[in-house]
């Protein structure tokens, strides 16, 4: 009679227990939320919250306001790429590192400057470094007062980008911009933003326009283009070079017009900052084109700081865009094939109708000889000149570099000129820029060139 009570009592005791973990089975979920509710959430609410180690900005890049912002040099690029930063944190990021602009030797010019600006020397220049070294130094207390307009102006466009950033809370990293599209944007607003070394839009062959147009025509239509002298620069990036066009001119009336609206659009679409001389030769005497092109680049010099200079005869118009009026290492001859040559080069020294030489190339060849009178000759002493020097030319392929002449009376040629050019080594040294002499009648801007007149006098040079 026990056993069976002590049995009937163990069975109750299993059923109770089955039925209160039944019980808290069914409850245990409303407990748990109750919980969560008013407790561990509720303590976690009242901690401080930490983003992941690795967003904190570094201790001496801090974000004040949107007047106080200070950069420090020791931000690293990995830094900024868009896998580092965090949906929640955009607004927590880096001011861009534009210590890469440290490597670069970039111009910062003033946008008031106009031409006669130019003529200033090269201390007067704004260079990109000393701009980002200013500023680094702590509330820019250490900045100098000569750069306080650039430097003012590159914390204004720096806020803006900052102000664009934290603007951008809800954009994940895949929407963010690239990296390289950043730089652009912010190089853009500093004023810094280089011209590609091949601009994009060259069409290649190009149609030449070779009828007559009066150069009031052709002043009214590309004037309002150009500044006055008919320098030209690119207005939505910073060209990496500055081409002085020299054109020896005399008695060529009806080819200027012609010339002046074919090569300005042209050197437009290459986005060079350049500038055309026209330096014509008064009536009396022989023509002296070698003379001309050396006065072309003396005075050209005097106006702006111009790193290539292209000689360009009047009558030859290129025909293809890709032949770019830049300079290279070495001197480069441009005309390579002329229509009325069969479009083939005649000989491999020919130095003739267009080329392009530094500044540096051209004053270690001591210049052109002044010595030619009539035509011909000068080209190949130039030639001859820079292999003397240790240079060689070089050339555009013969289907890019291509030109068509415009028909024009043959002019007489210099019966010497073979002698000279046997005996031009002799007078390299003296014979050239260091002996140059000439009589400026005028110079004056145009709309679409600077024109130099000049008087040269034949009995100065033996002839």
């Not at 005791?13 to 959430?41: I, S, Y």
């Not at 001496?60 to 020791?74: A, F, G, K, L, V």
């Not at 050339?395 to 291509?402: C, L, Q, S």
Request: aromatic share 8%.
């Amino acid at each position: 009679m026990a056993s069976m009570l002590g049995r009937t009592q163990a069975i109750k005791a299993v059923f109770l227990v089955g039925f209160l973990l039944l019980l808290l089975n069914l409850l245990g979920p409303r407990w748990d939320t109750k919980f969560e509710k008013h407790g561990f959430a509720a303590r976690l609410s009242s901690t401080a919250h930490y983003w992941p180690k690795r967003t904190h900005l570094h201790s001496e890049m801090t974000i004040q306001s949107n007047t106080n912002i200070n950069i420090s040099s020791t931000a690293t690029s990995a830094e900024l790429e868009p896998s580092n930063l965090l949906k929640e944190d955009v607004k927590y990021k880096k001011q861009p590192d534009v210590s890469f602009i440290l490597e670069k030797n970039i111009d910062i010019e003033s946008n008031s400057n106009n031409v006669s600006n130019h003529n200033k020397s090269s201390g007067n220049k704004l260079y990109a470094n000393s701009t980002i070294i200013a500023l680094t130094n702590s509330n820019h207390n250490n900045s100098s007062n000569d750069h306080k307009t650039n430097n003012s102006d590159v914390k204004t466009s720096l806020n803006s980008t900052q102000t664009s950033i934290k603007s951008q809370k809800n954009v994940t990293p895949t929407k963010t911009k690239s990296r390289k599209e950043f730089i652009a944007a912010l190089m853009q607003q500093l004023g810094i933003n280089p011209c590609p070394m091949v601009p994009d839009d060259l069409d290649g062959p190009i149609e030449v326009d070779t009828s007559y147009e009066t150069l009031e025509s052709v002043e009214k239509r590309l004037g309002p283009k150009l500044l006055p002298g008919g320098r030209y620069h690119p207005k939505k990036c910073n060209s990496k070079h500055r081409v002085a066009i020299i054109v020896p001119y005399r008695d060529r009336e009806h080819h200027l017009p012609i010339f002046l609206k074919n090569i300005h659009p042209f050197l437009m679409k290459q986005q060079i900052d350049y500038g055309l001389f026209i330096v014509e030769q008064t009536s009396n005497g022989q023509f002296n084109r070698a003379k001309l092109m050396n006065i072309g680049f003396v005075e050209a010099v005097k106006m702006y700081n111009w790193d290539c200079f292209v000689f360009h005869d009047v009558d030859l118009l290129p025909m293809d865009d890709r032949n770019l009026y830049t300079c290279p290492e070495q001197p480069r001859h441009m005309s390579v094939a002329v229509d009325t040559l069969g479009f083939k080069l005649p000989y491999n020294t020919i130095f003739g109708g267009v080329s392009a030489m530094t500044v540096e190339q051209f004053l270690a060849v001591n210049g052109f000889s002044n010595s030619f009178w009539g035509w011909g000759g000068e080209d190949d002493d130039m030639s001859n000149r820079l292999k003397h020097r240790g240079y060689h030319i070089s050339r555009y392929p013969v289907n890019m570099a291509r030109y068509t002449m415009l028909t024009h009376k043959k002019e007489k040629a210099n019966p010497r000129r073979y002698e000279k050019l046997q005996n031009g080594v002799k007078h390299f040294d003296n014979d050239g820029l260091n002996s140059l002499k000439y009589k400026v009648i005028e110079i004056k801007k145009t709309p679409l060139y600077i024109w130099i007149h000049v008087d040269v006098n034949q009995d100065q040079t033996t002839s």
